[in-house]
């Protein structure tokens, strides 16, 4: 019953149109695949995906609907899909019927429905829908739901995609719950009983995964009074993948050590402690202040490209044992967010300032996915802030599994270096990061503290 019309023939208000671009970017989904919207009918997406997609418009004196769909062959992911559009179409019409005094005579309703493909790991796309309803209003509704299929199309729900992972669903919540109440941009505003109810059935919950992260986008309508829009919340899967392709490279047997660097990135000192680990092939840790990444955007994602692992320190060195929880949340997620700007990683690993840290600490870490970790060489370069002295220091205090506190932000440090590498080298050491070194030690696990006091 579909009219097929050219897209030209619809007159859109210009706003519709910045209205979906802005709902676009609030979802902040980066790298789209397969963009139908602005090409008519049956674009078909040159990078990534094989999808097709289709677009049906309709109109009548009271309303216009343009939807795009793809162009899926599996039947069960086909219905659902189907459903959901079915279901969108019959929302919006019994809105224009209510309305239906107030339309016509030069005012339509209108229904769009856009889609688009994001890749996800594992061969996984995820198909996003964005449903914008328009009736007779200045602002009108939004609605998104995602679909996850794998590589032969076939629907995935997120029951069976945790089982693979091994994640619990309870983990999982009580992970979603935790974030939720401690965002400012919502937690004032949630309704328990309502994210109870969205928490209990997860095969509705909007989703993807990537590489290290159960990306789940919550529409606020659903856990809110009032509120609308999207909210995005990350939940790292990274530990149990990592643990997987990392453990093979570890030997019995072998002398380990860690090499850890706190307060950077430095504009002097990181770049020649980077040189360093580079002439050596040693990789290490660098333990970042989010101020700093902030102001050292580059610098910190020349670290990442070098191949080290990044650790959050905080945001600005603050003993997190002396803050309000929201604060200590704070400190904890600002520096986080700079970190994955900045580096496009995410990082799992806390390293306390001072190595201060209480059970609240403890929970802030779990909740972000990540091991509190402090160290058992302190090189005492902040100190000392002698090269001589460094070395001694740490010759005389390591053992296989050591994890070494050093400071890029001391000229010094950077002066002991080449010779502290070369002599452990010698001794018969090799340089890991510290998740690395955690699995030779069978502590890799959220919440780890590690090291003496
Ligand atoms: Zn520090």
């Not at 078909?44 to 677009?55: G, H, L, P, S, Y």
């Not at 659902?80 to 179409?89: F, G, H, P, R, Y």
């Not at 200045?138 to 609605?143: I, Q, R």
């Not at 935790?178 to 309704?191: A, F, G, V």
């Amino acid at each position: 019953m579909f009219k097929r019309l050219p897209f030209k023939r619809i007159k859109w208000p210009g706003w519709v149109v910045l209205i979906l671009l802005g709902i676009f970017i609030v979802i902040g989904i980066g790298k789209w695949v397969g963009d139908s919207s602005a090409k008519g009918v049956q674009s078909k997406d040159k990078a990534e995906t094989t999808i097709e997609f289709k677009q049906d418009t309709e109109e009548t004196d009271r309303y216009t609907m343009l939807i795009n769909t793809p162009v899926i062959e599996n039947s069960s992911l086909a219905e659902a899909i189907q459903e959901w559009v079915t279901n969108q179409k019959e929302t919006f019409l019994s809105e224009v019927k209510a309305e239906k005094d107030n339309l016509g005579s030069g005012y339509r309703a209108h229904l769009t429905i856009q889609v688009d493909a994001k890749k996800g790991a594992n061969d996984t796309t995820s198909l996003i829908f964005h449903s914008y309803h328009l009736v007779n209003k200045v602002s009108g509704e939004n609605y998104v739901k995602m679909f996850t299929m794998n590589a032969t199309h076939e629907r995935l729900q997120l029951t069976d995609l945790l089982t693979n992972y091994g994640e619990t669903l309870d983990a999982i919540r009580s992970n979603l719950k935790e974030q939720l109440k401690q965002n400012d941009k919502i937690k004032n505003d949630l309704i328990n009983q309502k994210l109870n109810n969205v928490l209990q059935e997860p095969n509705t919950w909007n989703w993807l995964v990537s590489e290290t992260s159960l990306i789940i986008y919550m529409e606020k309508s659903k856990i809110t009074e009032n509120k609308t829009g999207t909210i995005e919340i990350k939940i790292p899967l990274e530990e149990k993948r990592a643990a997987q392709r990392e453990r093979s490279i570890l030997k019995s047997g072998e002398k380990y050590v860690a090499l850890t660097f706190d307060d950077g990135p430095n504009p002097d000192v990181t770049p020649r402690v980077l040189k360093i680990l580079k002439q050596h092939d040693a990789k290490a840790t660098f333990f970042m202040l989010g101020s700093q990444v902030e102001k050292h955007p580059s610098l910190a994602a020349k670290v990442a490209q070098d191949g080290h692992e990044i650790g959050n320190h905080t945001d600005r060195h603050i003993n997190l044992t002396k803050l309000e929880k929201s604060q200590l949340v704070k400190e904890v997620l600002n520096s986080r967010q700079e970190i994955e700007k900045a580096t496009g990683q995410t990082p799992t690993l806390i390293r306390p300032p001072y190595g201060e840290m209480n059970s609240e600490v403890e929970q802030v870490a779990k909740i972000n996915g990540s091991s509190l970790i402090l160290w058992s060489v302190d090189s005492r370069d902040w100190k000392s802030k002698n090269a001589k002295a460094i070395n001694e220091v740490v010759l005389k205090e390591v053992v296989s599994g050591s994890i070494i506190l050093l400071h890029d932000v001391h000229p010094t440090t950077a002066e002991a270096l080449p010779k502290l590498i070369t002599t452990l080298k010698e001794e018969g050491y090799h340089f890991l990061t510290v998740s690395q070194l955690l699995l030779t030690q069978e502590k890799y696990s959220a919440g780890t503290d590690y090291g003496k006091s």
